[in-house]
């Protein structure tokens, strides 16, 4: 069965310092899809960035980078310099190449203060 | 491009009463849409998956009677909330899909049930 564990409730930083995000996944398919959004209190859910399993090359994207690891089955998320207006949930999700059916971790709350 | 969106974006409404929420894809067409529920504090969970012109199809422990779904175009799939009770308070959030494992979705809808 396929499963999303995001193991860090909340987490506190203070501006500036880098923080990760973890993603632990299990899934019994070879082709499947991971993907992080950002969930700001206003509600709506922010696409962030979408990864196929045959690339485990890793991305950077401004002060965001993803860590993608097969052989641990992890997707973590780094925010390298944070800002106040990174504070959200962000929420680790899973889709299997034969269904868009989106399984979705339980979050991590991410609080930056100045 | 990939836009979604929902309405009404709010709502209140006297228990035993009906809500309907509609999802549009505005600029593409969308082969599949899911509805989802999210609790306070809490992650998405998948309430149903519709394809258009076909019956919902729904997730184990979501009553079908309760949560009707229509998807009468491929850019229209509307959820009406039947003889809503305080229990059923909660986001809903839909997402649009053209295929190809990729997902958008709507800012949600904040119902309260007085």
């Known amino acids: 069965a396929q499963k999303v564990t995001q193991a860090q409730t909340e987490i506190s930083v203070v501006e500036k310092e880098d923080v990760t995000l973890d993603c632990v996944y299990e899934?019994?398919?070879?082709?499947?899809?991971l993907f992080w959004y950002k969930q700001p209190p206003s509600g709506e859910l922010v696409f962030l960035i979408r990864?196929?399993?045959?690339?485990?090359q890793n991305e950077i994207s401004g002060r965001y980078s993803w860590n993608f690891q097969k052989s641990t089955s992890s997707f973590n998320f780094t925010i390298t310099a944070s800002q106040v207006v990174d504070s959200a949930v962000y929420f680790c999700?899973?889709?299997?190449?034969?269904?868009?059916?989106?399984?979705f971790g339980t979050g991590t709350r991410l609080q930056v203060f100045p | 491009g990939a836009v979604v969106s929902q309405h009404p974006s709010r709502v209140i409404c006297k228990s035993g009463t009906s809500v309907k929420i509609e999802c549009r894809s505005l600029?593409?067409?969308?082969?599949?849409m899911f509805w989802y529920r999210q609790f306070p504090k809490q992650s998405l969970m998948l309430m149903a998956t519709?394809?258009?012109?076909?019956?919902?199809?729904?997730e184990q422990g979501v009553e079908k009677d309760k949560f009707l779904i229509n998807h009468a175009s491929l850019t229209l799939s509307t959820l009406t909330v039947t003889s809503a009770h305080p229990e059923d308070s909660s986001f809903y959030i839909c997402?649009?899909?053209?295929?190809?494992?990729?997902?958008?979705f709507g800012p949600g809808t904040r119902l309260t049930v007085t």
């Open positions: 990864r196929n399993s045959f690339d485990e």
């Open positions: 999700a899973l889709s299997e190449a034969h269904t868009d059916k989106l399984i």
């Open positions: 997402s649009a899909s053209p295929g190809k494992n990729e997902q958008y």
């Open positions: 899934t019994r398919d070879t082709t499947y899809y």
């Open positions: 600029d593409f067409q969308a082969t599949t």
């Open positions: 519709s394809n258009e012109g076909s019956k919902a199809t729904y």
